[in-house]
């Protein structure tokens, strides 16, 4: 693990979480990572670095190549190159989805609390925001199906976080086959933004919706290795949707808007991720289910009344404090005069006033200190 736990400083390299947050706050905010990608990705990179003409380029074959075989080998199910369509961004591949189909539906489902950008989207395109609130039992969430079939009867696109961003989930099998029969009786779109998938702890076994496109064919899937790898600044995606029909709609639109693929890193980083890196993943993974489970006994042990949300996959604690009674402002300004930085948590709902979400993609070290950074915190304002 000691990739993981190594001290690369990131300042000074324009970080948005890092130089964009005061000197002397630590940082456990945006969903990136901390510690260095794949050696085999910083290779490639650095290998195409040293041929200095940097002009338009476009994904090979390989390229493509990479992402059947990972995807069949990580997710288990089949694809060819056509039912790929690179992106250079998973919010934009999103909004453009949306505006494709605007004609489907005037609203859009969310399961909520989610990931602050999907109400953006869905506003932005000029469409209503449905919310299918998750139901929360014992600091663990689930769907309300009852309610998904209800709202999808007037509202034809859910919009999927799977694995979910902030609560951790990773839905399981027999979840995403529901929500796929669901999606099929009412003939509705799921879009399932999947970015976080490769990213799942010990135990725990991810499903993608599109394991299910040979049960109903309107499904659009988006995937990045930008979580995953940590190359968030290298801006690439991909969608893929097994639908050869919808495939070719959305990629002619898309161009239509002259949305195109990935930057010359990002082709590069695809492949040495993919072909490459796979055992540098697994590792990772072990290292952020450490991380989740360190934080989970420290504040067990020294703040019970912390609600600590079963996290599945992702890097990111879903963490429950409204037993303090602080309204979410105050609490991020306070956490930030002690000296961390959070994501506050109506970002992703409304009802979440009390919440903070935790990244703990970082070393032990770095994550050990930020916790007790928020001990001080919860100490000097439970009393109140
Ligand atoms: C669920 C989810 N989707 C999309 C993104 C951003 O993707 P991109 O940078 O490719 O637009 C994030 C980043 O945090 C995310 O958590």
Not at 168 to 181: A, L, M, N, P, Q
Not at 308 to 316: Q, R, Y
Not at 335 to 345: A, P, V
Request: proline share 3%; aromatic share 12%.
């Amino acid at each position: 693990m000691k990739r993981f736990n190594e001290k690369v400083s990131r300042k000074n390299t324009n970080c948005v979480k890092w130089d964009m947050a005061d000197e002397n706050v630590l940082p456990f905010s945006i969903a990136d990572s901390d510690y260095p990608t794949s050696e085999a990705i910083a290779k490639c990179l650095t290998d195409r670095v040293n041929h200095p003409v940097y002009g338009y380029t476009f994904p090979d074959e390989m390229y493509y190549e990479s992402i059947v075989n990972w995807t069949k080998r990580r997710y288990g199910y089949e694809i060819d190159k056509d039912n790929i369509i690179p992106t250079n961004s998973v919010v934009t591949a999103l909004y453009y989805a949306i505006n494709y189909l605007k004609d489907v539906t005037e609203g859009i489902i969310v399961q909520t609390p989610v990931y602050n950008p999907f109400y953006s989207v869905i506003l932005d395109n000029g469409k209503k925001i449905v919310e299918n609130r998750l139901i929360k039992k014992d600091n663990y969430y689930t769907i309300n199906l009852q309610e998904l079939d209800r709202l999808l009867e007037t509202n034809k696109i859910l919009l999927l976080c799977n694995p979910q961003n902030p609560t951790g989930r990773v839905f399981t099998y027999d979840e995403i086959h529901e929500i796929v029969k669901l999606a099929k009786k009412h003939n509705a779109y799921i879009l399932s933004d999947e970015i976080h998938c490769d990213i799942i702890h010990d135990g725990y076994k991810f499903t993608s919706v599109n394991r299910f496109a040979d049960l109903y064919k309107n499904i659009i899937v988006f995937t990045s290795i930008s979580k995953s790898f940590g190359l968030a600044g290298l801006k690439t995606s991909n969608v893929i949707i097994k639908d050869k029909k919808l495939a070719e709609g959305y990629r002619a639109f898309l161009q239509s808007k002259y949305i195109s693929y990935g930057n010359i890193f990002g082709l590069v980083a695809v492949k040495a991720a993919y072909n490459q890196s796979e055992e540098w993943l697994d590792k990772q993974n072990k290292h952020l289910t450490n991380n989740y489970n360190l934080l989970k006994e420290y504040l067990n042990k020294n703040h019970p009344e912390v609600g600590v949300t079963k996290a599945e996959g992702t890097f990111l604690a879903w963490l429950d404090l409204s037993f303090l009674r602080m309204p979410c402002e105050v609490m991020q300004q306070e956490l930030l005069k002690f000296g961390i930085s959070i994501n506050e948590g109506k970002r992703y709902s409304e009802d979440c006033k009390g919440y903070i979400r935790f990244n703990f993609a970082c070393s032990e070290d770095l994550l050990m200190e930020g916790l007790k950074i928020l001990s001080k915190f919860i100490k000097a304002n439970a009393k109140k």
